[in-house]
């Protein structure tokens, strides 16, 4: 039993997802895993993680127009030191993951055949996100 | 220190919650294990995992009402390949779980009193749900 | 490779963030970790669990008040057996988390500068959440 760790910095160019489903698996494929469990953490609160569809690029535009809407930028927030697009930046992370596990088994991390890892970035700006990797098994 | 997986296969028959609770303790019982962390994932972006309140049946009712309410069919969605039932699937997994993790102490899963594990059901018609458990520990 | 187990008992007094980040360091570095993977498993169904900005103390603030616009206590709601406050909690809960995982890599957890990690307390009466940590790592 042994454990290993990676970070990935993802570049970001203003809000929506951006899929790190390549990285991920190129990690665990170098490391030579067989059995395990993977954690992906991300260090941040304005940024999160998610797993949904990655075949048709429609289904991450109405994910990041969803959440526009359901955690809009002129909502009554107390909170707004970086801009507008500050608080509702937390508060989308909250309704989705800061870290997301990934059982391993046999080589094969298994995600269904539908399933890519996201980097959900909730800011305007550019930015570098910070994805701690952790991995533990045989 | 040991692994085990396991596989479920969760037949659903229409939107709501599906509890596989006594599943998942058939197999840690099974597997006779002690103290570790058991991992649940679910290998789809349409159905999700939630842990909720199971003594009251009209809990998981209005959870899924809830659930209609601010991830409507009619929302303005791009992608509707599958039916109008298709994008507010993915919302809604992406509003809850793809993998939970519960701790198991001196052979109790620690599962609060009322808390059960469910997979929730986001699309209309019948499917089976796959489900990957992962077990580490002694 | 080993495990720890240990068990917080947080007291709430009505909704909102109460943070637990450095009751978790506490334990943690009482255990004398190195490396490995801590999990936090709240055993309640209206209280959950959340990453969140830890510096300006508006952010919680926003976040609780956005919760209660989101989910709030005048929906139609079918179960309200313990108040208007009950239903709304079980789904301010599935909208959250009721574990998290964070790595810890060289002695230190991988939060971010601006994470906390934080009870949301969900119902208005007085509570004592338990919230489970295990660790598995050397």
């Known amino acids: 039993m042994r454990q290993a760790f990676h970070a990935l910095s993802i570049p970001t160019s203003g809000k929506g997802l951006y899929e790190i489903t390549r990285e991920l698996r190129a990690w665990l494929s170098n490391e030579g895993v067989r059995d ?6 991300i260090r941040h609160t304005s940024a999160s993680l998610l797993i949904t569809e990655n075949a048709d690029p429609d289904v991450v535009k109405d994910m990041a127009a969803y959440f526009e809407r359901v955690a809009p930028e002129d909502g009554p927030y107390i909170h707004d030191a970086e801009g507008p697009d500050d608080m509702p930046a937390h508060i989308r992370s909250a309704l989705t993951q ?4 990934v059982p391993i088994e046999k080589g094969a ?3 269904g055949t ?3 890892v996201f980097v959900f ?7 570098r996100r910070g994805v701690k990797l952790h991995f533990i098994g045989e």
């Open 109 to 111: 991390l298994q995600l």
């Open 121 to 127: 970035e909730h800011r305007r700006d550019p930015h």
């Open 114 to 116: 539908w399933q890519g």
């Open 98 to 101: 800061t870290h997301l596990s």
């Open 36 to 41: 395990g469990l993977v954690t992906l953490y």
